[in-house]
């Protein structure tokens, strides 16, 4: 076996890798090859304050196992095994990723390893840890089981995280009809303005900076990046899947929902050209929507700004959707949790990341 760092002319092949993994597959499709493909080229707003080091491990001519290490300067306590994917449980190929990051961690005075993360939580966090028989949704990880097994032997910290699901078929309302003017006459909740969507990127920006600032492996945004990650999904949204709460006309708070788009794609397709036409034509064929992020400054937490938001979105899916899917929360993360026990039905799936101490 060969421990490979992917250069100009193995670029493609590493990238086909990745894909063949979620393509043809009945239960999955690929949704981050295109972002993975923006790394790998250097062409990412990401690219220009992280240090990358694709890999990837070579067993009789063969690829066996890829991922792309990540430093980012902003969360300096962490190098990253991201885009993790590996077409068998061997953990001596494991090892050899393993020992270079390693490697790099001490090169860059990092202490810790973490896997499932990749780049930042905006795009993707954890690896499925059940229902591995069930669809993969959008934006959300599909793994086999054995993955697990990679980062339990070698010593890693199993970070929790679950999705819930709720059947909205019979819900005709969530709040009270008193409860919803009440929040009315405080809050003013908004569409995304698709004419000025810079500036509106930008407001998503600060007020999930001012949101997640303590979150585990939150680091700060740039208006920049997260223009980027909308721009492309912007073709696949309407303004009304990201929404905001305002008070007294300032943005306090938003809300990140869409339809499951994995339910238009085929199993042979990549996220792009053909999604945005397949939303367009079959998007009345979507059963289930998902609540993808929701973020709220720390002065307007417990005082109805998320209540709102949730009204908002109600008044948006009513008689569309039959089910709705939330995105993953950490297990410890004890009041969103709480409020998915409360709003859902049941626990839909779990997730894993890991973190490797070094100190």
Known sequence: MELINVNVSTKKTYLNFYR?????????RDSLSGMLKGLLYGKSELCKSI????????????????????FAQ?????????????????????????????????????????????????YGLGFLASGYDKMQSFG????????????????????????????????????SHETSMKLREKYTVRNSNFN?????????????????????????????????LFKEMKYLMKPENLVFVEKNGVPVGFMLWYPDFNQVM??????????????????????????VEMGVIPEERNRG?????????????RNKYSYMESGWILADNFKS??????????????????????S
């Open 51 to 70: 240090e990358l080091e694709p890999l990837m491990v070579v067993k009789n001519g063969k690829i066996i196992m890829i991922c792309m290490l990540a």
């Open 196 to 228: 000025d969507f810079k500036k509106d990127c930008a407001i998503y920006t600060d007020i999930n900076n001012k949101s997640f600032n303590k979150h585990l492996f939150y680091y700060p945004r740039k208006e920049e990046e997260d223009y980027e």
């Open 305 to 317: 700004a998320i209540l709102a938001l949730f009204d908002y979105c109600f008044e948006c899916i």
């Open 140 to 175: 959300m990880a599909h793994n086999p089981e054995f993955y697990h097994d990679f980062f339990i032997k070698s010593g890693f910290e199993a970070i929790d995280m679950i999705s819930y699901k709720k059947d909205m078929r019979n819900v005709n309302s969530i709040l």
């Open 266 to 291: 085929n199993s042979s397709e990549t996220v792009g050209l053909m999604t945005v036409i397949k939303n367009k034509l079959y998007g009345k064929n979507i059963d289930t929507f998902k609540i």
């Open 74 to 122: 902003r969360m300096p306590e962490y190098i990253q095994i991201g885009f993790f994917e590996a077409s068998e449980l061997n953990i001596d190929a494991f090892q050899m990723i393993l020992n270079r990051a390693e490697e790099f961690a001490k090169n860059k005075n990092a202490n810790k390893i973490t896997a499932s993360l990749n780049i930042h939580v905006n």
């Open 337 to 358: 949790r709480n409020f998915g026990i409360k709003w859902a039905d049941s626990e839909s799936k779990k997730y894993k990341a890991y973190i490797k101490d070094l």
């Open 20 to 28: 063949s993994q979620y393509l043809h597959n009945l239960l999955k």
